[in-house]
């Protein structure tokens, strides 16, 4: 069997070799397939394959892959939507006022104008720092134009955000990159709009919405919008504007009471969604765990869902939002299998970015790192801990993922930091007998030295954490992987 695979993109056929990430053999031919951030999470990359097959790089929609993280196993054909093309240009701020306690309205005049969808981001460098956000409309409701409006968080310790209207006053000169982003309003839809923005995450959401009414203000669209406590409640003008609309509801809702009006709920977004239908379109930007609990039940409804889940820049992280934005798309109802169709095996590998501390090895010396993390709001997948090999009455802890500045700055208080070696790769796939020691064997001959792996089963799939000493040890592991699923 040859190792080289025809590939063809908008009709551009080229060669590749089986396991190589189609995002690179794409560019490497001079075909060109829009991309961000190159690690799977941004979403500029998706691109649907419509004949063939891929490992790893699996989004939440059938036949829907991240060409930077798809490795090709096989001839392929794959199509991508119209999106305007990504360009850069020099801008200047021309606005900033403050519409809420830390929260800034931005007015942008770039020297040329810039096509983008609503939804859509682009990365904004002031000073040297790039940020990327998704452009919104004016509390007026109007979009587009030359002018592109951001709404801005400012963090105190914020090395671009902290200097909004003291080194970054209008007249500031800048430079814009984009658009970039899949979740963006698709022109012409009927079914119902389910629009969810917590904090500044709301700024898209008003953008699609104002876009979806200019479209047609006869389609139904419930808009929900969130923030911890009242006054960062920014929108409140823009909710009047839509409560006056027949076919809009809008629910406003913090987290923190009391509420001044029955109107405004108490409690997170996601516990005051909608009944959902298999026709609805959900449109979702905000924290990972706000958008990960809409997409549980999106995916049992069987609704189509769009999100931006986004993180704060701390002071340490100088590429803010950059490479932390995902696109992810839920799931229409997969199409039914031929009875002589093969059904494909199914890989996803990728990095987990891995917290550690030291601790008292005696009863609950774990429990008081552990409960500082629940307190901020972590939802970990991984937890493993093991006695010292070389301090007496300590151990070692190593938890992941830990989402935004919040949750790692409760790390590092509880005295945990992000740990750079080992390189731990999460592992998921469909379950089969023996897979386990074809790949362990695989990579052995390949000589491939594990640092650490543990594995389990549940309902058919299996998922596991494999530790290795190098970051191109894991690089050639993941191509491995990639080559089993041709043979599996």
């Given at each position: 069997m040859s190792n080289l695979k025809n590939v063809t993109v908008r009709g551009r056929t080229f060669k590749v070799r089986a396991g190589d990430v189609l995002l690179d053999g794409a560019l490497a031919n001079g075909v060109e397939i829009p991309h961000d951030c190159r690690a799977g999470t941004c979403g500029t990359c998706m691109v649907q394959v419509v004949k063939g097959q891929t490992v790893c790089?699996?989004?939440?929609?059938?036949?829907?892959?991240?060409?930077?993280?798809?490795?090709?196993?096989?001839?392929?054909e794959v199509e991508m939507e119209d999106v305007p093309e990504i360009d850069t240009t020099r801008a200047r701020l021309v606005g900033l006022r403050e519409l809420a306690p830390d929260i800034f309205?931005?007015?942008?005049?770039?020297?040329?104008?810039?096509?983008?969808?609503?939804?859509?981001?682009?990365?904004?460098?002031?000073n040297g720092f790039p940020r990327a956000y998704s452009p919104t409309a004016?509390?007026?409701?109007?979009?587009?134009?030359?002018?592109?409006h951001l709404n801005v968080k400012r963090l105190r310790e914020g090395r671009l955000t902290s200097?909004?209207?003291?080194?970054?006053?209008?007249?500031?000169?800048?430079?814009?990159?984009?658009?970039?982003?899949?979740?963006?309003?698709?022109?012409?839809?009927?079914?119902?709009l389910i629009l969810a923005g917590s904090g500044?995450?709301?700024?898209?959401?008003?953008?699609?919405?104002?876009m979806a009414l200019r479209e047609s203000r006869d389609r139904p669209i419930v808009v929900i919008a969130g923030a911890r406590r009242l006054p960062a409640l920014y929108m409140t003008p823009v909710l009047a504007l839509l409560a006056r609309m027949p076919n809009v509801t809008i629910i406003p809702t913090i987290e923190e009471g009391p509420s001044p009006h029955p109107s405004v709920r108490l409690g997170r977004i996601e516990a005051h969604m909608p009944q959902l239908t298999a026709t609805d379109i959900v449109y979702a930007c905000g924290s990972p765990r706000m958008v990960e609990a809409l997409a549980e039940s999106v995916n049992k409804a069987g609704a189509t869902f769009y999100a931006d889940p986004f993180e704060a820049s701390g002071p340490d992280e100088p590429a803010g939002l950059l490479g932390m934005l995902k696109t992810l798309v839920q799931p229409r109802r997969p199409m039914p299998r031929g009875p002589s169709e093969v059904t494909p095996?199914?890989?996803?590998?990728?990095?987990?970015?891995?917290?550690?501390?030291?601790?008292?090895?005696?009863?609950?010396?774990?429990a008081g790192k552990l409960r500082a993390l629940a307190e901020a709001g972590a939802h970990l997948e991984y937890v493993y801990s093991q006695r010292s090999a070389t301090k007496a009455g300590m151990g070692d802890l190593y938890v992941a993922p830990l989402h935004g500045h919040g949750e790692t700055q409760a790390a590092r208080k509880a005295g945990m930091h992000e740990v750079s070696e080992p390189i731990v790769m999460r592992v998921e796939g469909d379950d089969k007998t023996g897979l386990g020691g074809r790949l362990t064997q695989a990579w052995e001959m390949a000589g491939i030295n594990l640092h650490g792996m543990v594995m389990s089963v549940l309902n058919g799939r299996f998922i596991g954490y494999v530790t290795f000493d190098t970051v191109a040890d894991a690089n050639q592991a993941a191509r491995i992987l990639a080559e089993l699923g041709t043979s599996a």
């Open positions: 790089g699996e989004t939440h929609t059938q036949g829907m892959v991240h060409a930077c993280q798809a490795r090709v196993v096989s001839d392929l309205e931005l007015a942008i005049a770039p020297e040329k104008s810039i096509a983008y969808l609503p939804g859509q981001y682009f990365r904004f460098t002031f004016s509390f007026d409701g109007r979009i587009g134009g030359r002018v592109i200097n909004l209207g003291t080194a970054i006053r209008p007249g500031h000169r800048l430079r814009i990159q984009g658009p970039f982003g899949r979740a963006f309003l698709r022109p012409g839809g009927r079914g119902r500044t995450g709301f700024a898209p959401i008003w953008a699609i919405a104002c095996m199914s890989f996803k590998m990728q990095r987990v970015h891995v917290f550690h501390s030291e601790v008292d090895d005696r009863p609950g010396g774990i």
